[in-house]
């Protein structure tokens, strides 16, 4: 249980149910295999400029609401009188909630097809799926901006926020993972899906793959 103080935040009930959402999801993406060791972080975002993210070395298959501890958006710092440490990249998410005003949920996993494929540049095209990145017809292509890995997450926290594409709500950083983002848990949760599905494709689609003669 997260201890904190008499001053600390609480969440709101809309904040309380998209959490438990994203609980339902961290479950169905467990099962799926993208939180590999403690791997992945979520969040949420609150009133009062508060983000709830995921605690540090949480394991995504035993999660509970008292896993989700308070940050304040501006300065990615924690708040006063919780003694849990939060995710490593939380300031990678609270750069996305600073950059896009209409973010209210970020996820974050390890999706195997993704990770495998994306090197920058990486183009998907002309797929039903894009039309989950907001465009209007699956005759168009769209360019998944990618960064390559760190482990200082607080230097790219604060100079990530030009890098994000507030229209397709999706970062990917090389060798790693995917970020996404939404008005709520599941418009994350379809970004994420949706480019697995087109890097799965490519996958298969490898020359190599071919099979002899055909
Ligand atoms: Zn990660």
């Known amino acids: 249980m997260t201890k904190r103080n008499p001053g600390a935040a609480y969440p709101s009930p809309l904040t309380k149910s998209y959490l438990k959402r994203v609980l339902e999801l961290a479950a169905i993406s467990f099962e799926r295999g993208w939180h590999p060791g403690t791997g992945g972080n979520f969040s949420v975002r609150g009133p009062h400029d508060i983000a709830w993210v995921s605690a540090s070395g949480q394991h995504k298959g035993e999660m509970g609401l008292g896993d989700f501890l308070p940050i304040h958006v501006a300065t990615a710092a924690v708040s006063s009188g919780v003694y849990r440490k939060p995710s490593d990249e939380t300031a990678l998410h609270c750069a996305i909630y600073r950059q896009d005003a209409d973010a209210r949920s970020v996820l974050h996993v390890h999706t195997p097809h993704t990770v495998a494929l994306a090197q920058a540049p990486l183009t998907l ?36 926020g030009p890098l994000l594409d507030t229209a397709l709500k999706i970062l990917v950083l090389e060798g790693h993972g995917v970020y996404a983002w939404g008005a709520n848990p599941d418009e994350a949760m379809y970004r994420i899906e949706a480019l697995e599905y087109l890097c799965q494709l490519q996958f298969y689609r490898r020359p190599s793959l071919s099979v002899a003669g055909s």
């Open 125 to 160: 095209a002309s797929n039903e799926m894009l039309k989950v990145f907001g465009l209007k017809t699956h005759e168009s292509s769209i360019v998944i901006p990618i960064l390559p890995n760190t482990q200082d997450m607080q230097t790219l926290g604060h100079t990530v």
